[in-house]
Each structure stands twice: as structure tokens, then as C-alpha cells.
């Protein structure tokens, strides 16, 4: 039989601290030009919230909020991520296809 034993301050510290940063993350990563951001706070909720689940695993106590902020912040991360690649592939189309342009015909001088 598993005995749970008393919740340990630290874990749930750093639970709550990953599961806020997650929270952040993901709304910043829903809003569009802005959701690159998320992916730094997003990687470092991952890490807040792994190193909480690894607390709350090795002493068996609650793992709710840990596994909560490791989804979460998972999510943001990835999201993140894709608007971050999508930003990048746009920008590079962006620049072949200037570089692709017929040159523009001369301008007439104004004074003529």
C-alpha cells in the first residue's frame, strides 16, 4: 500500500512557481507575434516543473500541480515553438521574394 506522506514545501513551492510561469506562457503564446516569447519562459517552466515532479516522485507526495504545470507548460513551449519556426519560414519566403523581383522601371524626374 502507498502512504502519502505530508506535502513538502518545496515541491509545491516549485509546482506553483512552474504551474504561474506556465500559465503566463501559454496566454502569451496564444496571442500572435507575441507567443515567441513564450518559448523562454515556457522552457524554463519545463524545468521548474520537472525538477518539482522529480521531487514530488522521489518523496511521494502529492503530484498534481507538478504534472499540471509540466502539461501546461509543455503546450506553451510548443506553441510557442511553432509560431517561432512559422516567424522564421515566413521571413526567409519574405526575403527570396524580394530578391526574385523584376527590377522596377525608371522613375520620369519630376521636372521634366
Do not use: W
Not at 496566454?27 to 518559448?39: E, I, K, N
Amino acid at each position: 500500500m502507498l502512504i502519502i506522506k505530508k506535502d513538502d514545501p518545496l515541491a509545491i513551492t516549485l509546482s506553483v512557481i512552474a504551474l504561474v510561469m506556465g500559465v503566463v506562457s501559454f496566454m502569451f503564446a496564444v496571442v500572435p507575434c507575441v507567443g515567441v516569447l513564450s518559448l523562454f519562459m515556457g522552457a524554463a517552466a519545463l524545468v521548474f516543473s520537472a525538477i518539482a515532479l522529480y521531487l514530488t516522485y522521489k518523496r511521494q507526495t502529492n503530484k498534481a500541480i507538478a504534472i499540471a504545470a509540466l502539461i501546461l507548460s509543455a503546450v506553451a513551449t510548443a506553441i510557442g515553438g511553432s509560431q517561432a519556426i512559422i516567424y522564421v519560414t515566413a521571413r526567409k519566403i519574405m526575403l527570396y521574394k524580394e530578391q526574385r523581383l523584376p527590377p522596377s522601371p525608371p522613375q520620369p524626374h519630376p521636372n521634366e
